[in-house]
């Protein structure tokens, strides 16, 4: 039935064949087509998988599970091999995704990831139900915000999946383990209002750790900067050594800057008061704010969590509604109420750098390096001038978007240009003509841009 000797001979002929005489074109054309083929082959290994599962017959004729059964006489990883035969009994109900894969509409990871909400039966129906949506979307998008979309509508679905208030202080744990020469493994877990501040926190200061490395190994040359895990542990161990000295008696508390995301739903009501700063602004009808963080907590706590939707850290992870309640009564957590775009903030050329009001803004819209392809996170943007600020740009939002140090470097790279469209999005040109549209990790790409243009 099957002529996978075949195939496995012919992939290793093309593995044994030299590629150094190969061209650009031919070499960029192998590397897309052998990840079709190498999603082709994850499939159909997952169907045989999920059959021999189905079946029995490893368990019945060797005592073994079929993931590791098949590791043992192919001499490999069996967490891969499982994942595969998960996958696949999904894809027996799973059935539209299924076709598509098999077509090459989707790939395998898009499978997975569709196959891995399913399994959660608190909304296996109403992912079942949305396949056609999300066979569709991934047409349009790229794969890192086709899967951040998905995740962030699972975690819509099962808001009130495995969370439980009475429950949530006892789920934090740590656990510390002596390893030899001096080791000290730090593991546990925090649920929660611990884990959003504790997380922001820590990576908070692990920024300032790493532009104070940075400026030291530039003033002297010897001083490596860290990697970052690393800065991370050290910001960890920074905080606890500073709170272990905190005078609580005579010191205030600690100022922890926390923000979540909050979509305004409705234009009407408090989140629509007239705007009375620079940090109001009217767009689309709706109201975007950074609110005052000394405003009446009951006001903030009643018009967001009542009137606005599902509350979200600023890299789109979802926070149940009881923990955004609790984090919004403390008076040192900022609110950003948007709209789809994010925060209008525009300062003109009276200020050289964006400021923090406008990086948030800048998060919420970009999401990350827009440059397409990249997945570097917010925190390590840069804000880029489109229109460089020598040149007379302003330090406005719509002429200023997100790019990682390396990609910033290649905007101002001799032949490279970068224009920003009327709807915020961004285009670069290549020295040879081609014309590159950018992404942002949440939000479509408007109709008719595709992620690479030929001149």
């Known amino acids: 039935?099957?002529?996978?000797?075949?195939?496995?001979?012919?992939?290793?002929?093309?593995?044994?064949?030299?590629?150094?005489?190969?061209?650009?074109?031919?070499?960029?054309?192998?590397?897309?087509?052998?990840?079709?083929?190498?999603?082709?082959?994850?499939?159909?290994?997952?169907?045989?998988?999920?059959?021999?599962?189905?079946?029995?017959?490893?368990?019945?004729c060797f005592g073994l599970k079929t993931p590791r059964w098949v590791a043992a006489q192919a001499k490999v990883d069996r967490r891969p091999i499982a994942r595969r035969e998960r996958v696949g009994a999904q894809l027996r109900h799973l059935e539209v995704v299924d076709a598509a894969v098999a077509e090459g509409a989707l790939s395998f990871d898009h499978a997975a990831a569709v196959a891995d909400a399913a399994a959660n039966p608190r909304i296996a129906d109403q992912v079942a139900a949305t396949q056609n949506v999300w066979v569709e979307l991934a047409a349009e998008t790229s794969f890192v915000d086709w899967r951040h979309q998905l995740d962030r509508a699972v975690a819509l679905l099962d808001q009130d999946g495995g969370f439980d208030p009475e429950r949530e202080r006892a789920r934090n744990r740590l656990r510390f383990s002596e390893l030899p020469d001096g080791l000290m493994r730090l593991a546990g877990d925090l649920v929660g209002a611990e884990a959003l501040s504790t997380r922001q926190c820590v990576e908070a200061r692990a920024d300032r750790m790493f532009h104070q490395c940075k400026q030291d190994a530039e003033?002297?040359?010897?001083?490596?900067?860290?990697?970052?895990?690393?800065?991370?542990?050290?910001?960890?161990?920074?905080?606890?050594?500073?709170?272990?000295?905190?005078?609580?008696?005579?010191?205030?508390?600690?100022?922890?800057?926390?923000?979540?995301?909050?979509?305004?739903?409705?234009?009407?009501?408090?989140?629509?008061?007239?705007?009375?700063?620079?940090?109001?602004?009217?767009?689309?009808?709706?109201?975007?704010?950074?609110l005052d963080p000394c405003a009446p907590t009951g006001w903030m706590s009643n018009a967001l969590v009542d009137r606005c939707g599902p509350a979200r850290t600023p890299d789109d992870r979802h926070v149940h509604a009881d923990v955004a309640a609790s984090l919004l009564c403390d008076p040192s957590i900022t609110a950003l109420v948007v709209d789809s775009l994010g925060v209008p903030l525009d300062l003109g050329r009276q200020v050289r750098l964006a400021d923090r009001a406008q990086r948030?803004?800048?998060?919420?819209?970009?999401?990350?390096?827009?440059?397409?392809?990249?997945?570097?996170?917010?925190?390590?943007?840069?804000?880029?001038?489109?229109?460089?600020?020598?040149?007379?740009?302003?330090?406005?939002?719509?002429?200023?978007?997100?790019?990682?140090?390396?990609?910033?470097?290649?905007?101002?790279?001799?032949?490279?240009?970068?224009?920003?469209?009327?709807?915020?999005?961004?285009?670069?040109?290549?020295p040879t003509g081609d014309r590159l549209h950018s992404q942002r990790h949440r939000g479509r790409r408007p109709a008719g841009s595709p992620a690479l243009t030929r001149a």
């Open 219 to 290: 003033r002297t040359g010897d001083l490596p900067v860290p990697g970052r895990a690393t800065l991370l542990a050290l910001a960890l161990a920074e905080l606890v050594r500073d709170g272990a000295v905190v005078d609580r008696d005579h010191t205030n508390g600690p100022a922890v800057d926390v923000t979540l995301i909050i979509e305004a739903t409705e234009p009407s009501g408090p989140l629509a008061r007239p705007a009375t700063n620079v940090h109001d602004h009217e767009c689309g009808g709706v109201a975007g704010s950074v």
């Open 360 to 430: 948030r803004a800048l998060g919420r819209r970009d999401g990350g390096c827009t440059f397409p392809g990249c997945d570097v996170p917010i925190g390590w943007c840069d804000a880029h001038h489109v229109t460089w600020w020598h040149d007379g740009g302003p330090t406005d939002i719509d002429n200023l978007a997100l790019l990682c140090r390396y990609h910033h470097g290649v905007t101002h790279r001799r032949g490279w240009t970068m224009t920003a469209t009327t709807d915020h999005w961004f285009t670069f040109t290549t």
């Open 1 to 60: 039935m099957f002529d996978v000797a075949s195939l496995t001979v012919q992939c290793r002929r093309l593995a044994a064949d030299e590629v150094g005489f190969a061209s650009d074109d031919e070499l960029l054309d192998a590397a897309v087509e052998l990840q079709s083929a190498r999603s082709a082959l994850d499939t159909a290994e997952a169907h045989v998988l999920a059959a021999l599962r189905a079946r029995g017959v490893t368990d019945r």
